[in-house]
């Protein structure tokens, strides 16, 4: 079964990159200069004809819009006179997909096994 959100693309102007980051001067590229063990862009480089201009993923994905740059789970190309956006998830990267979590429930899981499932060795236990 697929996700809704377990693949996603955008493509992006570079004028409407430039206007979301506040920027004056044209976009020449966008670059993920760090990415995460994981495979998560963590720092962005953004050049322009004056200079480079780096940022974290998590800010650049925040400026440009939680809905188009659904995740720090993304690579970047230039396509013609754009940036095209590859990514997975619409999360936080902290290992649970909600539509796989909602699959186990609907199958008979109860919550202690999707977390069980989900992260192993996890400990369940009430707190007075």
Known sequence: ?????QG?????SREFIAAKLGYKNKITNIIVN???????AVEI???QPTGTNK???HTFQMKLGPSLIRSTFFTVEQV????LFRGRGWGHGVGLCQW???KMAEKGSNYSEILKYYYPGTKIKTID
């Open 1 to 5: 079964m697929e996700y809704p959100m």
């Open 8 to 12: 996603w693309s955008k493509r992006l």
């Open 34 to 40: 760090v990415s995460s063990i994981t495979g998560r």
């Open 45 to 47: 480089i953004i050049e």
């Open 55 to 57: 940022m974290s993923a």
């Open 80 to 83: 013609h006179d754009k940036f």
């Open 100 to 102: 796989g979590a909602k």
